[in-house]
C-alpha cells in the first residue's frame, strides 16, 4: 500500500483508509470483519464520529480495533453543536470511552457551527496538551472557512480538511484543494465513490472507467479511487461493510495510472465551473 506523509505532521498513512459512515445500518460482525481485514491489507487509517449512530459506530471500531490500537491511525469528529469549549473536552471523552482507547491521532470539527471556532480550537489545542489527541483539524470547511481556521489557529495547526469528493463532484479542486497544498494541509475524501452516485457501467463515463480498469486488471472503483489520489494531499476513506468490498478498496492504493489514464477520466468527467460553494452528502 502507498503511503505519504499527512501535510505537515510527517505522519506517515496508507492513501487508502477506511470510513464508517453509516456501519450502524449493516451487520455489526461483518464491519468489525472488514475493518479487521482492511487493517490486514494496509488501511490502517480508520475515519469515525460522534454522530455515526448517535455513537454506535464509534463502539463498533472499538471493537473491530481492541486488541490492535497501536497499529491504526484513529480519527473521529465532534458536533458542531458540541463545539463549545467544555462541550469538545466531554465530546473526546464520550468517543475515547466508546473507541476504548486513551487517545486520538486526529480529533475534527465535523461541519462548520454556530459555536465561536475559536473555543472548539483552543479546546482541541488542550486536548494535544493532556495527550488526549495528538492532532486536530475541520471537515466539510470552504476556502473561506478554512482560511479562517488557519489565521486562529496559527500555522502548521489545522492537519487536515475532510471533504466530500469524487469523480461527479470535483468542486474542492477549485479553491480548497489548491488552499491546502499551499499550507501543508492533507485532503482526506470522504464517500469517494458519491455514496450512492457511481458511474453506471453503461454511461459514458462507466465505460472509460472499465476501459482503464481492464488495461491495468483492476476494477473501476479502484481506478477512480486512484484518480482521486493523483494530487499529493489527497487520502480517501471509503467505507466497506464487507471483507471483499474492503480488500478491493485496498488494492487501490497500489495501482498506477498513466498520465493518457489521468487524462481519459479528466474528460469523462470533467471539473465543471466554480460554484463558489463547497457541496456536503
Excluded at 22 to 28: F, L, S
Excluded at 78 to 83: E, I
Excluded at 140 to 146: H, I, P, R
Excluded at 181 to 196: D, K, L, M, Q
Amino acid at each position: 500500500m502507498e503511503q505519504r506523509e499527512l501535510g505537515f505532521t510527517k505522519i506517515r498513512l496508507p492513501v487508502v483508509g477506511q470510513g464508517t459512515w453509516q456501519m450502524e445500518e449493516a451487520d455489526e460482525a461483518a464491519c468489525i470483519d472488514a475493518i479487521r481485514r482492511g487493517i490486514d491489507a494496509g488501511m490502517t487509517h480508520i475515519d469515525t464520529a460522534e454522530m455515526y449512530g448517535a455513537g454506535e459506530v464509534e463502539s463498533l471500531v472499538g471493537k473491530a480495533i481492541e486488541g490492535r490500537r497501536d497499529e491504526v491511525f484513529l480519527v473521529s469528529k465532534v458536533l458542531p453543536s458540541n463545539a463549545s469549549y467544555a462541550g469538545t473536552l466531554a465530546a473526546c471523552e464520550r468517543s475515547l470511552e466508546r473507541l476504548r482507547t486513551d487517545r486520538l491521532d486526529l480529533y475534527l470539527l465535523h461541519w462548520p457551527g454556530s459555536e465561536p471556532l475559536e473555543e472548539t480550537l483552543r479546546a482541541f489545542k488542550d486536548l494535544r496538551a493532556q495527550g488526549k489527541i495528538r492532532h486536530f483539524g475541520v471537515s466539510n470547511f470552504d476556502q473561506a472557512e478554512l482560511s479562517r481556521a488557519i489565521a486562529l489557529a496559527g500555522p502548521s495547526e489545522i492537519a487536515c480538511n475532510q471533504v466530500f469528493y469524487h469523480l461527479l463532484e470535483r468542486a474542492i479542486e477549485h479553491r480548497v484543494l489548491p488552499l491546502c497544498e499551499r499550507h501543508g494541509i492533507a485532503v482526506v475524501a470522504y464517500s469517494p465513490f458519491g455514496s450512492g452516485r457511481f458511474p453506471a457501467p453503461d454511461s459514458m463515463g462507466g465505460k472509460v472507467l472499465a476501459s482503464i480498469a481492464a488495461a491495468h486488471g483492476a476494477t473501476p472503483r479502484q481506478v477512480a479511487l486512484r484518480f482521486l489520489l493523483r494530487r499529493q494531499p489527497v487520502f480517501v476513506i471509503p467505507k466497506a461493510a464487507r471483507a471483499a468490498h474492503a480488500l478491493d478498496n485496498a488494492a487501490a492504493g497500489d495501482l498506477r495510472l498513466t498520465s493518457e489514464d489521468l487524462a481519459r477520466i479528466d474528460t469523462a468527467f470533467p471539473l465543471g465551473p466554480d460554484r463558489g460553494v463547497l457541496p456536503t452528502l
